[in-house]
Nanobody
Framework: QVQLVESGGGLVQAGGSLRLSCAAS????????MGWFRQAPGKEREFVAA????????TYADSVKGRFTISRDNAKNTVYLQMNSLKPEDTAVYYC?????????????????WGQGTQVTVSS
């Protein structure tokens, strides 16, 4: 069982940066694949990025590739999403998720544990 709490959201101008954090509790955090998803008003939840338990493999949605970076610190039970060159279309609630598997996934139904979300708003 993993409990997840996101932080770091806020309001930023287009072109700016934010770093989201997701603090996890649970003894086996280091063995979980971690992911970030987002949901804009009136839209489906969509995949943003994911990282394997070791941090050795990452995957990104095409819409954020080259601008966002996912990382993790297993000693701190925390996963991060560094977001640069933000665009108004990045505005959404961002969710952290955990997957009890060694294999990375881009699908929300592959993640069993979810945080409550943090709002990111990018103004033009």
């Amino acid at each position: 069982q993993v409990q997840l709490v996101e932080s770091g959201g806020g309001l930023v101008q287009a072109g700016g940066s934010l770093r989201l954090s997701c603090a996890a509790s649970g003894r086996t955090f280091s063995t979980y694949v971690m992911g970030w998803f987002r949901q804009a008003p009136g839209k489906e939840r969509e995949f943003v990025a994911a990282i394997t338990w070791s941090g050795g493999s990452t995957t990104y949605a095409d819409s954020v590739k080259g601008r966002f970076t996912i990382s993790r610190d297993n000693a701190k039970n925390t996963v991060y999403l560094q977001m640069n060159s933000l665009k108004p279309e990045d505005t959404a609630v961002y969710y952290c998720a955990a997957r009890d598997s060694y294999y990375i996934s881009r699908y929300s139904n592959g993640f069993a544990f979810w945080g409550q979300g943090t709002q990111v708003t990018v103004s033009s």
